[in-house]
Nanobody
Framework: VQLQASGGGQVQPGGSLRLSCAAS???????VAWFRQAPGKEREFVAA???????YYADAVKGRFTLSRDNAKNTVWLQMNSLKPEDTAIYYC???????????????????WGQGTQVTVSS
């Protein structure tokens, strides 16, 4: 399994970005998620597509971020709207085939990670 995240950049508060995660070696039974890590903070859950069924979001991004997935293209996107300075972080995509719903928000449950893409929200 290989994951490659892209699409990060710098944007003003209130702006939008769309991140992409190109995945190889996965199937629809994989959970694919986005996490982020701000300077000096622990990596935290953002959103996940649980085995291509339901999608879950962290409370901090609910209503602003949208995760979408296209298994035919092996790609997962994270559309981020109404960005805030506190959204500044390195964003990582992750995948794993063994997760249960109770574990999708836990960093160390994922075996496969992309390299991360920087998102900076600043005026």
């Amino acid at each position: 399994v290989q994951l490659q995240a892209s699409g990060g950049g710098q944007v003003q508060p209130g702006g939008s970005l769309r991140l992409s995660c190109a995945a190889s070696g996965i199937s629809s039974r994989y959970t694919v998620a986005w996490f982020r890590q701000a300077p000096g903070k622990e990596r935290e859950f953002v959103a996940a597509s649980f085995r291509n069924t339901n999608i879950y979001y962290a409370d901090a991004v609910k209503g602003r971020f949208t995760l979408s997935r296209d298994n035919a293209k092996n790609t997962v996107w994270l559309q981020m709207n109404s960005l805030k300075p506190e959204d500044t972080a390195i964003y990582y995509c992750a995948a794993d085939a063994r997760l249960t719903m109770s574990s999708i928000r836990i960093v160390n449950q994922y075996d496969y990670w992309g390299q991360g893409t920087q998102v900076t929200v600043s005026s």
